[in-house]
C-alpha cells in the first residue's frame, strides 16, 4: 500500500447525516489536528481548493494565499472536510470558516497596499540607455583630450609632443568612442588647415596669435588625433580582446592561413606561421607577383594577429610593399636577417610603393617575423 493510499485512509470521512453534526465535525477536525499534522503548504492547497469550490474570486484567493501560517493552521482542516463531503460544515463552524477566510482576504489585501505604498516610495532607478552612457564617456574623454590640446597650445614654443595612440590605450577606449572623438575633431582640424592655408580671412585673424610654424605643429597634432583614432576604430573591429574563456593558442588562430611552406624557384621557405602572433613586424614575399612586402603592428595593439587569411593588426602607415624585378639575391638576404637589414634591401628597390592589403594565400612565404 502506497504512502499516499495509507494517508487518504487516514483522514477523518464527515457524516453530515450524523445526530449531532456539529460534535461529528469537531471530531473531523480534532482528527486532522492531532493526527495527520498536515505541512503549510498542503494547508494553503486545502484553502485555495474550498475557495475555488466555494468560487471565490482568483483575486481574493491569492490575497488570502498571502496570509500567516496560524491562519491555514485553524481553518484549512475545515475547508478540507468540507471539501471532502462536498458540503457545508454545520452552522457554528460555517460561520468560525467564513470568519477566517475573510480576515485572511482582508489582510492579505493590507499586505498588497503595504507594498505598493513601499515601492512608490523608493527612488524610482534612470535606466541609462547604451547609447546614453557611451556619449558620458565620450564626453569626460574629450574634457580630457580638451586639457591636452590646451597644454601643448601653451607649451607650443617649446614644441611639445602628444602621444595620442598611448592615451587611447592607458584610457581603453573602444573603436565606437574613437570614431565620435575622430568626428569630434574633424571640423576643429578643418578650421586649422584653411587657416594655414589663408582660405579664410576670418580664421586666419582667429589663430594670428600663433606663428606659421606654431599653427602647423597645432595642425598636425590635430590631424594625428582624427587619423589615429580613426584607425584605432577600424582595428578595434577587426581584432578584438577574446575572452578568457575562448582564448585560443597560436596555432588555433593561424589554422585558416593559407601559405607558400617552400619555394623551389627562389629556393626560400617559410617560417613557422605561428610566430606572426603577437609579432611588432613581418616580411612577406609573394612568389607570383614578385612583391616584398614589410607589415608593422600598430601601437594601439598588442601586436600583429592573423583572422582567416588575412594579417590583421598592422599600421597602414607604416607598412609597405614593392614590386622585386630581381628578386632572387634580394629575398635570400631577408631570410634570418635582422630589420635594419631588411630595411636596407627593401630601401633599394626603386619600384613604386604601396600599401599591403594584409591577405595572405599560398603563393606567399612567410619570410620573417620579429617581436
Same mark, same amino acid.
Given at each position: #500500500?502506497?504512502?499516499?493510499?495509507?494517508?487518504?485512509?487516514?483522514?477523518?470521512? &464527515?457524516?453530515?447525516? +450524523?445526530? @449531532?453534526?456539529?460534535?461529528? $465535525?469537531?471530531?473531523?477536525?480534532?482528527?486532522?489536528?492531532?493526527?495527520?499534522?498536515?505541512?503549510?503548504?498542503?494547508?494553503?492547497?486545502?484553502?485555495? @481548493?474550498?475557495?475555488?469550490?466555494?468560487?471565490?474570486?482568483?483575486?481574493?484567493?491569492?490575497?488570502?494565499?498571502?496570509?500567516?501560517?496560524?491562519?491555514?493552521?485553524? =481553518?484549512?482542516?475545515?475547508?478540507?472536510?468540507?471539501?471532502?463531503?462536498?458540503?457545508?460544515?454545520?452552522?457554528?463552524?460555517?460561520?468560525?470558516?467564513?470568519?477566517?477566510?475573510?480576515?485572511?482576504?482582508?489582510?492579505?489585501?493590507?499586505?498588497?497596499?503595504?507594498?505598493?505604498?513601499?515601492?512608490?516610495?523608493?527612488?524610482?532607478?534612470?535606466?541609462?540607455?547604451?547609447? %546614453?552612457?557611451?556619449?558620458?564617456?565620450?564626453?569626460?574623454?574629450?574634457?580630457?583630450?580638451?586639457?591636452?590640446?590646451?597644454? $601643448?597650445?601653451?607649451?607650443?614654443?617649446?614644441?611639445?609632443?602628444?602621444?595620442?595612440?598611448?592615451?587611447?590605450?592607458? *584610457?581603453?577606449?573602444?573603436?565606437?568612442?574613437?570614431? #565620435?572623438? +575622430?568626428? *569630434? &575633431?574633424?571640423?576643429?582640424?578643418?578650421?586649422?588647415?584653411?587657416?594655414?592655408?589663408?582660405?579664410?580671412?576670418?580664421? =586666419?585673424?582667429?589663430?594670428?596669435?600663433?606663428?606659421?610654424?606654431?599653427?602647423?605643429?597645432?595642425?598636425?597634432?590635430?590631424?594625428?588625433?582624427?587619423?589615429?583614432?580613426?584607425?584605432? !576604430?577600424?582595428?578595434?573591429?577587426?581584432?578584438?580582446?577574446?575572452?578568457?574563456?575562448?582564448?585560443?593558442?597560436?596555432?588555433?588562430?593561424?589554422?585558416?592561413?593559407?601559405?607558400?611552406?617552400?619555394?623551389?624557384?627562389?629556393?626560400?621557405?617559410?617560417? %613557422?606561421?605561428?610566430?606572426?602572433?603577437? !609579432?611588432?613586424?613581418?616580411?612577406?614575399?609573394?612568389?607570383?607577383?614578385?612583391?616584398?612586402?614589410?607589415?608593422?603592428?600598430?601601437?594601439?595593439?598588442?601586436?600583429?594577429?592573423?583572422?582567416?587569411?588575412?594579417?590583421?593588426?598592422?599600421?597602414?602607415?607604416?607598412?609597405?610593399?614593392?614590386?622585386?624585378?630581381?628578386?632572387?639575391?634580394?629575398?635570400?638576404?631577408? =631570410?634570418?636577417?635582422?630589420?635594419? =637589414?631588411?630595411?636596407?634591401?627593401?630601401?633599394?628597390?626603386?619600384?613604386?610603393?604601396?600599401?599591403?592589403?594584409?591577405?595572405?594565400?599560398?603563393?606567399?612565404?612567410?619570410?620573417?617575423?620579429?617581436?
Amino acid at each position: #500500500m502506497s504512502k499516499r493510499t495509507r494517508q487518504l485512509i487516514e483522514e477523518p470521512l &464527515f457524516d453530515s447525516k +450524523a445526530e @449531532d453534526v456539529e460534535w461529528e $465535525f469537531f471530531r473531523c477536525v480534532n482528527r486532522y489536528r492531532t493526527g495527520i499534522h498536515p505541512s503549510t503548504a498542503k494547508e494553503k492547497k486545502w484553502v485555495a @481548493d474550498y475557495m475555488k469550490w466555494k468560487k471565490f474570486s482568483k483575486e481574493d484567493i491569492e490575497f488570502a494565499q498571502r496570509g500567516s501560517s496560524f491562519n491555514f493552521e485553524s =481553518v484549512a482542516p475545515c475547508c478540507r472536510i468540507c471539501t471532502q463531503a462536498d458540503c457545508d460544515a454545520p452552522p457554528h463552524w460555517q460561520k468560525k470558516i467564513d470568519g477566517h477566510i475573510a480576515s485572511m482576504i482582508r489582510t492579505g489585501k493590507s499586505k498588497k497596499s503595504e507594498k505598493e505604498l513601499r515601492d512608490a516610495s523608493k527612488p524610482v532607478k534612470v535606466k541609462v540607455s547604451i547609447q %546614453d552612457r557611451i556619449k558620458n564617456q565620450v564626453g569626460e574623454y574629450m574634457e580630457s583630450l580638451n586639457v591636452e590640446t590646451d597644454k $601643448f597650445l601653451d607649451n607650443i614654443k617649446d614644441k611639445p609632443k602628444f602621444d595620442i595612440a598611448k592615451w587611447l590605450k592607458n *584610457h581603453d577606449v573602444k573603436s565606437v568612442q574613437s570614431s #565620435m572623438i +575622430a568626428e *569630434h &575633431f574633424q571640423p576643429v582640424l578643418d578650421e586649422l588647415k584653411e587657416a594655414y592655408d589663408k582660405t579664410c580671412e576670418q580664421l =586666419v585673424e582667429a589663430y594670428d596669435f600663433l606663428t606659421r610654424p606654431q599653427l602647423k605643429r597645432f595642425r598636425d597634432m590635430i590631424q594625428e588625433i582624427v587619423d589615429t583614432c580613426t584607425q584605432h !576604430a577600424k582595428l578595434s573591429k577587426a581584432v578584438r580582446k577574446p575572452r578568457r574563456k575562448k582564448s585560443r593558442t597560436p596555432g588555433q588562430i593561424i589554422k585558416k592561413l593559407q601559405y607558400c611552406e617552400k619555394s623551389d624557384e627562389y629556393k626560400i621557405s617559410s617560417i %613557422d606561421p605561428r610566430k606572426i602572433v603577437g !609579432a611588432n613586424k613581418l616580411v612577406v614575399f609573394n612568389t607570383k607577383y614578385k612583391k616584398l612586402a614589410i607589415f608593422e603592428a600598430s601601437p594601439l595593439v598588442d601586436g600583429l594577429s592573423v583572422k582567416g587569411t588575412t594579417i590583421v593588426g598592422f599600421d597602414d602607415k607604416k607598412s609597405r610593399e614593392r614590386t622585386v624585378r630581381k628578386p632572387e639575391q634580394i629575398v635570400k638576404d631577408c =631570410v634570418g636577417a635582422g630589420i635594419r =637589414v631588411i630595411n636596407n634591401r627593401y630601401n633599394s628597390l626603386t619600384t613604386k610603393e604601396s600599401v599591403p592589403t594584409g591577405r595572405i594565400n599560398k603563393n606567399c612565404v612567410i619570410l620573417q617575423a620579429l617581436k
